[in-house]
Nanobody
């Protein structure tokens, strides 16, 4: 059983929506610190959005107002709702979750899921 599975990617036209999921099957997530990153071909991996310690969220300027990160602690799953997608959102998307280990949180990268937006 894969401990961290990312899903929900696919191909959509500009203006469409996708919801990415990142599910931890064998451990509990800390309630904050989960994030999404993305990497387009030939570019560095870049920050997309994160859940802060007070429960609020932060997002890159390029996705503000279009992408929303959330976490279901009962399901140990992190989501990224992506609306009004643009061709420049095309990338491999990666989740970064915080695994609860006693009083600590250990960062773990999930596998990527491809998002392709056509004009």
């Amino acid at each position: 059983q894969v401990p961290l599975v990312a899903s929900g990617g696919g191909s959509v036209q500009a203006g469409g929506s996708l919801r990415l999921s990142c599910a931890a099957s064998t451990y509990t997530l800390c309630s904050y610190g989960s994030s999404w990153y993305r990497q387009a071909p030939g570019k560095d991996r870049e920050f997309v959005s994160t859940i802060l310690g007070d429960g609020t969220t932060s997002a890159a300027d390029s996705v503000k107002g279009r992408f929303t990160i959330s976490q279901d602690n009962d399901q140990n799953t992190v989501y990224l709702q992506m609306n009004s997608l643009k061709p420049e959102d095309t990338a491999m998307y990666y989740c970064l979750v915080k695994r609860q280990l006693g009083y600590s949180c250990l960062a773990i990268w999930g596998q990527g899921t491809q998002v392709t937006v056509s004009s």
